[in-house]
Structures are given as C-alpha cells and as structure tokens.
C-alpha cells in the first residue's frame, strides 16, 4: 500500500541522513587527529632540539675541560670528541624519528578506529 511504501521511503531518508551524519562525524574526528598529529610531530622536534642543543653544550663543556687537562696532542683528542659528539646527536635524531612513527601509528589508529553509536 501506499503509506507502507511511504514509511519505507522516509525510513530510508532517515538512515541516509545518519549515514551522512556519522560520515561527518567520522571526517571532524580525522581532521582533529591529523591536528593532534602535526601538533604533537612540532612538540617532538622541539624537544629533540633542546635535547640536541643541551647535549652539545655538555660535550663542548667537556671538550674543553679535556683539552685544558691535556694540552698535548688536541688536534686529535678534538677530532674525536666531534666525531663521538657528531654520531650522538645522529642517535638523538633517530630516536626522534622512531618515536614519530610510534606517534603516526597511534594517532592513525585512534583515527581509524571511529565507534559510530
């Protein structure tokens, strides 16, 4: 009958509308996590920074507290405290990028894993 075909079309408008809704929904919670993601990548550079630059303030304080104890040979004593001081801060920047991923992959798992209710 006709009312029956109209309660079937206006509850076929209904779940289109919550599709769409949820599909709004899904697309404002990606757009915060791809936020929280560029928010948190600046944090961890900045604090890769600071950890690179108080580093290398402790390595040159010790380079030339070495070099004042041992006025010898510093040519090759400095060489090797910039090569030592070099692959640290080569790891710092590893661990940095490693923990970026770890960060991608959680906030792209939250991201993904959108409860419609």
């Given amino acids: 009958s006709s009312f029956r075909m109209a309660k079937q079309a206006a509850d076929r408008d209904v779940g289109i509308k919550e599709l769409l ?3 709004k929904e899904a697309s404002e919670v990606v757009a915060e996590a791809r936020r929280n993601k560029a928010f948190r990548l600046k944090q ?13 303030a402790k390595r040159d304080a010790e380079f030339v507290k070495y070099q004042q104890e041992h006025m010898g040979n510093t040519g090759d004593f400095k ?10 801060i080569e790891q710092i920047k590893l661990d940095s990028e490693r923990h970026k991923m770890d960060v991608t992959g959680l906030l792209l798992g939250t991201a993904t894993s959108v409860k419609l209710e």
């Fill in 44 to 56: 961890a550079k900045e604090e890769a920074d600071r950890d690179i630059h108080v580093y290398r």
């Fill in 79 to 88: 060489k090797q405290l910039l090569k030592d001081t070099e692959a640290k």
């Fill in 21 to 23: 809704q949820a599909e």
